[in-house]
Nanobody, 127 residues
């Protein structure tokens, strides 16, 4: 069972930055960390969960929500089984619970339907 654990959330002023990290574990033989497409999702109070940023090693694909393009960057460290989300120029609209999740299928991931999820971490941008 693949597991994802998020870290790095917190409270930040508008215009500030945060870096979220996601550490993955539990890969079985034949399926490596790089075999998984991994992404970040968020859910604000009273709103539906949305896809924020996704990355796939197998085909080099990267996807960002329009609302975060130019401000957020997803990156992967395969040696450490981690995926990071660098968030700059944060606004109160970026507030929410951020989830790391992964799937072997890219389409499922960017559709917001990955099979493996982290527990989520709170990001709050003061208003």
């Amino acid at each position: 069972q693949v597991q994802f654990v998020e870290s790095g959330g917190g409270l930040v002023q508008p215009g500030g930055s945060l870096r979220l990290s996601c550490t993955a574990s539990g890969f079985t033989s034949g399926v490596s960390f790089d075999g998984y497409a991994i992404g970040w999702f968020r859910q604000a109070p009273g709103k539906e969960r949305e896809t924020v940023a996704c990355h796939s090693v197998s085909d080099g694909s990267t996807h960002y929500a329009d609302s975060v393009k130019g401000r957020f960057t997803i990156s992967r460290d395969s040696a450490k089984n981690t995926v990071s989300l660098q968030m700059n120029l944060l606004t109160p609209d970026d507030t929410g619970i951020y989830y790391c999740a992964g799937d072997l299928n890219w389409g499922r991931l960017i559709a917001g339907l990955p099979r493996s999820w982290g527990q989520g971490i709170q990001v709050t941008v003061l208003s």
